[in-house]
């Protein structure tokens, strides 16, 4: 069974940055991975998502902010936030998928989350 555990998120000012990290264990292929988060009173949103290939994708409200890397042989995926704004907030998720297709696909297509971990920007 797959497991995804995040770690690293807080609490920071506006300007602030944060580095999460997500550990992922029981899994043989991960074809792809991706960072999500969920404000209260809305949906879920891709943050960004990158393929075992090593492309990757991100919402346009964080490019050139954030970087998404993953390292197969450490079994980890990391989300670099710079310049963190309140929007940022919300509670961010490590998730992954062992089917087809990564840089467009929805929360309801990868089969496994993590827990979730907070992120808190205030201004």
């Known amino acids: 069974q797959v497991q995804l555990v995040e770690s690293g998120g807080g609490s920071v000012q506006a300007g602030g940055s944060l580095r999460l990290s997500c550990a992922a264990s029981?899994?043989?292929?991960?074809?792809?991975m991706g960072w999500f988060r969920q404000a209260p009173g809305k949906e879920r949103e891709a943050v960004a998502r990158?393929?075992?290939?090593?492309?990757?994708n991100f919402a346009d409200s964080v490019k050139g902010r954030f970087t998404i890397s993953r390292d197969n042989a450490k079994n980890t995926l990391d989300l670099q936030m710079n310049s963190l704004k309140p929007e940022d907030t919300g509670m961010y998720f490590c998730?992954?998928?062992?089917?087809?297709?990564?840089?467009?696909?929805?929360?309801?297509?990868?089969?496994?989350w993590g827990q979730g971990t907070q992120v808190t920007v205030s201004s």
């Open positions: 998730a992954a998928k062992q089917s087809p297709g990564c840089l467009r696909a929805r929360p309801t297509d990868f089969q496994y």
């Open positions: 029981g899994y043989t292929y991960l074809n792809c």
């Open positions: 990158i393929a075992n290939s090593g492309f990757a």
